[in-house]
């Protein structure tokens, strides 16, 4: 057996390989170069886009009616369903399609790889017993590096969206600044100003009108109405919000 294995190293010692073969062999190396450097390039095209990139499996999310602020665009060469920063990445997913299908998010997480520095799994709260699946997706982000995010309501995961965009360049140091210079009417103004619709001149009308918050929350509908800049519809928006309970 020995004998036999060293007649066939000197047969393929002395073996030519034909001219043909060689540069089939150097193309496909060339060819495999340049897809590489390729994806490199768009993905550092895809990556300092001033715009949110959007997956097309989030087609149709309502999420994406909310985010007014930033603009956004499909694109299915991204793995996550959006691409929120040079190394910020958002996995999107609701409780209730979790209970259907819980292997869902781990096909997701393999998929992703350890792709991205900041790695979001934003949760969409739409069932009212959520205590055990939000524990085992705790769970999961603890294992996988992943930060939760959990929204209750569309225009919320929407906004949070959003605000990963628009801090994308602010440092930890900036967001963590402490707020203890402002004072209470600036805070309330603040407050007001997240509402949709309302600005700060009507914010600065509200409480010229009102003088507290606890005031403002009591006022009916035709009072609000009344404030000057401020009408019918944006009364309405205000007195459905100060009416909706704090979770859902």
Not at 17 to 32: A, E, G, L, R, Y
Not at 36 to 49: D, F, G, H, M, P
Not at 157 to 167: F, Q
Request: one cysteine or more.
């Amino acid at each position: 057996m020995e004998e036999l294995d060293d007649s066939m190293n000197d047969v393929l010692a002395n073996m030519d390989i034909p001219d043909d073969i060689q540069p089939t062999t150097s193309k496909t190396s060339v060819n495999s170069k340049e897809t590489s450097q390729n994806k490199a390039q768009n993905e550092v095209k895809l990556i300092t886009s001033a715009k949110i990139q959007v997956h097309s499996n989030q087609k149709g999310n309502p999420l994406l009616k909310s985010i007014t602020n930033v603009p956004w665009e499909y694109n299915d060469k991204i793995v996550p369903d959006y691409v929120v920063g040079k190394h910020a990445c958002i996995l999107f997913l609701s409780i209730k399609y979790h209970n259907l299908k819980p292997d869902y998010i781990h096909e997701r997480l393999k998929q992703l790889g350890k792709n991205y520095e900041l790695r979001i799994l934003l949760v969409h709260i739409d069932v009212k017993e959520c205590h055990n699946p939000l524990k085992h997706l705790t769970r999961i982000c603890l294992l996988t590096d992943m930060t939760l995010m959990l929204a209750w309501s569309y225009d919320e995961a929407g906004k949070i969206v959003e605000n990963y965009k628009l801090y994308e360049n602010v440092s930890a140091e900036k967001l963590m600044e402490r707020q203890d210079d402002i004072d209470d009417h600036q805070k309330v103004i603040n407050a007001l100003t997240a509402i949709k619709s309302v600005n700060k001149t009507d914010a600065a009308t509200i409480l010229t009108n009102f003088g507290t918050l606890e005031n403002l929350v009591k006022a009916s509908e035709s009072q609000l109405a009344s404030c000057i800049g401020l009408g019918p519809k944006k009364a309405q928006q205000l007195i459905k919000l100060f009416n909706e309970p704090f979770l859902k």
